[in-house]
Each structure stands twice: as C-alpha cells, then as structure tokens.
C-alpha cells in the first residue's frame, strides 16, 4: 500500500508540473484561443516595447453597396485586383469579401481592410438592418461612361462596395440591385498568424501578404534570413504583394517585419514567417499577427 501511495504522490507530483508547464506556454503563445482577449485591449506592444493604441472601430459613413459576380461568391475574380486567389478568398475569407471603389481601394492600400456595413433607407433592407462584416479584396473600377448615379457605381468620389452576392443577400433582396448603405472600419479579426505566399525566385522575391489582422492593411515590409542582424527592405509592388530584391539563401528561413498603413501605425515581427527550405510557389503562415 506505501508503494502504491509513494507511485500515486509522485503522479500527482508530474501532472501538476505537466499543467504549469503547458500554462506557461499557452500564455505566451498566439494562439486563436487568446483572439478575443486580445481583441479588447485598447492598446498593444511594438516590436521596439513601445506601447500604441491598437486599431479602433471608426464612425460610421454614408456608401452604397451592388454585387457581383458568381452567385458563390467564391472565385478568383473577387480577388484580382488585390491578387488573392479562389483558394485564398476559400480559406481565409470565404464569400465575405467586397471590390472597392477607388477613393476606398487608395491604390491597393485598402487591400484587406474589413468594413461592417448596414442597409439603409431602402425598402429592399432585410428586415431588422442586419450588418456584415466583409474584408475589402479587389476593385471596383470606374465606369466613366455612365453617371455616376445611374450605373457608374464605382465612379469617384463615390465610396462603394460591391459584394460577394451572399454578403450582399444578408443586406438585402436580390431585386435591389443597388442599396444605400451605412459603413465603418472594424478590427479584422483572423485565425491564426500572417500568412506569405511566394512567387518568384530566391534573387527576386514576391511576397503575397495575407490574413493581417487589425487594421488588415500593411505599409512596408522587411525580411531578414535567420542568423542575419540586417534587415532588408521590401518594395510595394502592387495589391498585397510586395518584392525583396536581395540574393536569399532557401536553406535559411525568413522573419519579416510589418508596418500597417491605418493610423495608428502598428508595427510587429513575425519571426517564424517563412521556415527554412522554403520554396517558391507555396504558403506559410507565422505564428504573430496584429491583434
């Protein structure tokens, strides 16, 4: 009975060391469990330890919303302008996406931005006025040949959305066609760490930067190969693609360093963004985000 005793005592001993060392872990790990919690903090840490406001939820503004596109909305044309893929708009942000109009697009800069929006002042408004959270994924371009409220939608200095079609239906009815809209900027809220997809080749590098949370949008980028103290700055190319013209060493993984374009300017480091061996043609997803 002692030895059963002495072996059940020295269980609970491990157990307990087991469950503090696991606590441990789970607190400093961005895990999605923690997304919430995170998400209601009104302030967040830079990469240099300097505490700034994280991104807030703005006013909401008068704007006008269509939709486009197969009834899905799934599809690579829903993510062109912007240069997602049909199976990054699939996994990362299914048929809840919108083509911006220019003034909202900024030129490229409002790639991955998340807007909720509400039918307003029309009677093909879903009962109630639900809102639907979309994240801003292509262009909607201007149509200089019709006016501008009779078909040229798009057309500056116009702020419009056109949707996805099952973003638009939580709006409103098909029938509509064209409703007006109220809509604000929220805190994109995404599951797990920034994701790259590369293209290109180890001298010229493109970056394909995805699923950023908070403000959802990214100013300028750096890379920095594992064992390197020196990063290397990365030119906008166009949409979310940005390219790193250095000679890089595939055995080596990538940290990158990311600066979002909202105010107010939030800056972190991925540090496990891309691992080593990497090749192009294929995605990675870190383990840090903005939150």
């Known amino acids: ?14 157990v307990a060391v087991a469950m503090t060392t696991a606590a441990a872990q789970l607190a400093g790990a961005s895990f999605t469990t923690s997304l919430w919690w995170r998400q209601q903090q009104q302030t967040m840490t830079s990469s240099a330890g300097v505490v700034v406001a994280a991104f807030k ?33 699939v996994s990362l942000y299914s048929a809840n996406t919108a083509a911006l109009s220019t003034p909202l697009f900024a030129d490229g800069k409002g790639c991955g931005q998340c807007y909720e929006l509400r039918c307003v002042k029309s009677p093909w408004c879903n ?9 801003g994924t ?6 200089w040949y019709l006016p501008s409220d009779n078909g040229g939608w798009c057309n500056p200095p116009r702020q ?3 949707m996805a079609p099952p973003s638009f239906l939580r709006l409103a009815q098909r029938v509509a066609g064209i409703v007006p809209v109220q809509f604000r ?3 994109c809220q995404r599951t797990g760490g920034v994701r790259l997809c590369l ?30 103290a020196s990063w290397i700055q990365a030119a906008h190319n166009w949409g979310i693609t940005y390219q790193v013209f250095a000679a890089l060493d595939t055995s080596q993984g990538l940290a990158v360093k990311m600066t979002s374009y909202s105010s107010p300017p939030q800056t972190i480091v991925v540090g496990d963004a891309v691992g080593p061996y990497w090749t192009t043609g294929l995605c990675y997803q870190g383990s840090n985000n903005f939150y």
């Not at 009975?1 to 491990?14: D, E, K, P, Q, S």
């Not at 010229?204 to 959802?216: D, E, F, K, P, R």
């Open 160 to 162: 419009h959305f056109d």
């Open 1 to 14: 009975m002692a030895g059963r005793a002495n072996n059940l005592a020295i269980l609970l001993v491990a």
């Open 199 to 228: 293209q290109g080749n180890p001298y010229w590098l493109l970056l394909y930067v995805m699923n950023v949370g908070g403000a959802g949008d990214v100013y300028s980028l750096s890379a920095k190969p594992s064992g390197s």
């Open 127 to 135: 009962p109630g006025s639900p809102s639907v959270v979309v994240t």
């Open 138 to 143: 292509n262009l909607c371009p201007p149509n």
């Open 57 to 89: 939820t703005s006013d909401w503004h008068d704007g006008s919303a269509t939709f486009y596109g197969d009834p899905s909305g799934i599809g690579d044309d829903f993510g062109g302008a912007c240069g997602y893929m049909s199976n990054d708009i």
């Open 185 to 187: 900027r929220v805190p």
